[in-house]
Every structure is written in structure tokens, then in C-alpha cells.
């Protein structure tokens, strides 16, 4: 069984860029959500995505977006990118089937914003 | 509004020695309730978890937790630290009601001395 994997690893970019990070699901699991973990910070949720809709969202700008794909796996986008962008994103998937969705993570993106 | 509280920032403790990590939560009912652990440029690794039941819940890696319902606390424990369980610690709760969105605490970062 294949655990979540994220890609790229590291990622270095200026502001106002755009940034695609990219995250595969557990198999089996058909639903994935996003976290920003800020340094120093527990991470915070950022939304979720099910059968490639958007599943609920927390407390961020539009500026992040995202996709989830026929194979669940998913995108996170993210636009005009400040440097309170820098952090760890970390991506996890459930499954709906499960009697609570116990969520699996990966091994994140870290993002840095110069 | 929903929140969870890890008191403790940093923890030193002696090889051997034993553990408790402190967790609050500020909700009106019961969440599904978590604890995660973090190594350094990992993602985040399942403990254990409390849905329902007997309030002590026993995890992986030799940790147990004891849910306090008087208390809206969930402490993590370890009878006996090993130098490999050096780590960041997070509480992470689930409200109920809504999509499976965690919310995590700011997180312990454990230290452990020979």
C-alpha cells in the first residue's frame, strides 16, 4: 500500500509568483485536505476536497485554491505569493468509508517565499 | 471558539524518565480528539486517538492518553522516554458537525538527555 506523497519536497520562490504543489492520496482514500504549518505553529487547516469538490475551507484568502483529480489525487495553487507564505504544507487523505476519517499525511512541501 | 491549547512549549526530560504532555480544548461537546508527532522534516505520524469509550487509550510507540471530560483535557503520557521519542508533539481535535477538518495545538517540541 502506497502512503501519501507530496512533491516537489522544496520549493523557492519571490513574491508575486504563483506556486503548484502536488500531493498523491493514499490508495483507497477519496478525500484530501491541506495544511499550512507555519514555523514554530501547529498546522492550520486551509480546506479539503471530495470527489473533486471543495469540501469546506478554513481561514484563507482565494488566492489558495485548489483541485482534486478523477484519482484524487489533488493540487494546491496558490497566487501573488507574500512572504507569510513561507511554511511547511502538508497534505493528508481519508477515506469517507471509514467509521471517522482518520487522516494520513504526507511528508510535505516546504515552501519558501523570498 | 473552538480551540486546543498545548500549555507546554518545550520539554526536557532524562532518558528513562517519565512523560506527560498537556492538552486543553475549548468546546461545549465532546470532539474526536488526537495526538500526533512530528520529526524533524517529517510529515506528521499518528499516537493515537479518542472517539468514545474508555477514556484511556492506549497508542503506538508505548504512549497512552487519558481523556477528562471535567477538564476538557487530553494529557499524553509515557512511562519511560527513549532518546528516539525527541520530537515536536501535537494535540489535534475534531469538532463535530462539520467536514473532517483537524485543528491542531501549537505543538511541544520534547527534548531528551542521555
Known amino acids: 500500500e502506497t502512503g501519501v506523497t507530496q512533491s516537489p519536497t522544496h520549493l523557492i520562490k519571490t513574491r508575486g509568483q504563483q506556486v503548484t504543489l502536488r500531493c498523491s492520496s493514499q490508495?483507497?482514500?477519496?478525500?484530501v485536505s491541506w495544511y499550512q504549518q507555519a514555523l514554530g505553529q501547529g498546522p492550520q487547516f486551509i480546506f479539503q476536497y471530495y470527489r473533486e469538490e471543495e469540501n469546506g475551507r478554513g481561514n484563507f484568502p482565494p488566492r489558495f485554491s485548489g483541485l482534486q483529480f478523477p484519482n484524487y489525487s489533488s493540487e494546491l495553487n496558490v497566487n501573488a505569493l507574500e512572504l507569510d507564505d513561507s511554511a511547511l504544507y502538508l497534505c493528508?487523505?481519508?477515506?469517507?468509508?471509514?467509521?471517522?476519517?482518520?487522516?494520513?499525511f504526507g511528508p510535505g512541501t516546504r515552501l519558501t517565499v523570498l | 471558539a473552538q480551540s486546543v491549547t498545548q500549555p507546554d512549549i518545550h520539554i526536557t526530560v532524562s532518558e528513562g524518565a517519565s512523560l506527560e504532555l498537556r492538552c486543553n480544548y475549548s468546546y461545549g461537546a465532546t470532539p474526536y480528539l488526537f495526538w500526533y508527532v512530528q520529526s524533524p522534516g517529517q510529515g506528521l505520524q499518528l499516537l493515537l486517538k479518542?472517539?468514545?469509550?474508555?477514556?484511556l487509550v492506549q497508542g503506538i510507540k508505548g504512549f497512552e492518553a487519558e481523556f477528562k471530560r471535567s477538564q476538557s483535557s487530553f494529557n499524553l503520557r509515557k512511562p519511560s522516554v527513549h532518546w528516539s521519542d525527541a520530537a515536536e508533539y501535537f494535540c489535534?481535535?475534531?469538532?463535530?458537525?462539520?467536514?473532517?477538518?483537524?485543528?491542531f495545538g501549537a505543538g511541544t517540541r520534547l527534548a531528551v538527555h542521555p
Open positions: 479518542y472517539f468514545s469509550g474508555d477514556t
Open positions: 493528508a487523505s481519508s477515506s469517507r468509508l471509514a467509521p471517522y476519517n482518520e487522516q494520513f
Open positions: 489535534a481535535v475534531v469538532f463535530s458537525g462539520g467536514y473532517n477538518k483537524l485543528i
Open positions: 490508495s483507497g482514500h477519496n478525500t
